[in-house]
């Protein structure tokens, strides 16, 4: 589905920093109508699905459900619980909006910087049956490992005879490195 918002779509006369913030302004009302209209108000549907399954489990209790209306009751079932998912999602995504703008910034920085250190370090390796601990250990494994993939083990190469190809000079040589 293409959307009909386009950033081109605002106009703006001033300084850019000016035209920047009312177009991120104008963008965010154009969002917010389109959540509106689009998905709707969350809740109020919610609510009104949550009261339509009550009825419908009124009436299986009383006097029974039509196969029609049980495929209702399992399809209003499936929409509340992606609702609420809708719901807790965006309750999840307003709380750590408001932590960061009124919460210790440096302190949710710090944790980020730590938690990808934490993430992007190697402490042993198994290569081999063989596990290495040390890092001098680890980082020759790693480096072999590379040199041996990108090692060339072909024997035979494709002749092309006849044809002429450029050759690439010492100048080209030096450019690229």
Avoid: C
């Avoid at 293409?2 to 035209?19: E, I, T």
């Avoid at 919460?103 to 920085?109: E, T």
């Amino acid at each position: 589905m293409k959307s009909s918002y386009s950033w081109s779509r605002y106009s703006f006369q001033g300084m850019p920093s000016f035209v920047l913030a009312k177009k991120l302004k104008a963008l965010k009302e154009d969002i917010r109508w389109w959540n509106i209209r689009e998905i709707g108000t969350v809740g109020v549907n919610k609510k009104w699905l949550l009261e339509e399954l009550v009825r419908l489990y009124e009436k299986d209790g009383v006097n029974g459900l039509t196969l029609a209306e049980k495929m209702e009751r399992d399809g209003v079932t499936s929409e509340v619980k992606q609702l609420a998912s809708l719901e807790e999602i965006s309750l999840r995504q307003k709380s750590r909006v408001l932590w960061l703008k009124e919460g210790d910034n440096k302190k949710f920085f710090h944790w980020m910087e730590n938690s990808h250190r934490r993430n992007n370090h190697l402490g042993n390796l198994e290569a081999d049956g063989v596990v290495y601990e040390e890092e001098s250990e680890v980082i020759d494994q790693v480096v072999g490992f590379y040199q041996k993939l990108y090692m060339e083990t072909e024997t035979w190469r494709l002749v092309v005879d006849d044809l002429n190809f450029d050759n690439i000079g010492v100048v080209e040589n030096g450019l690229l490195e």
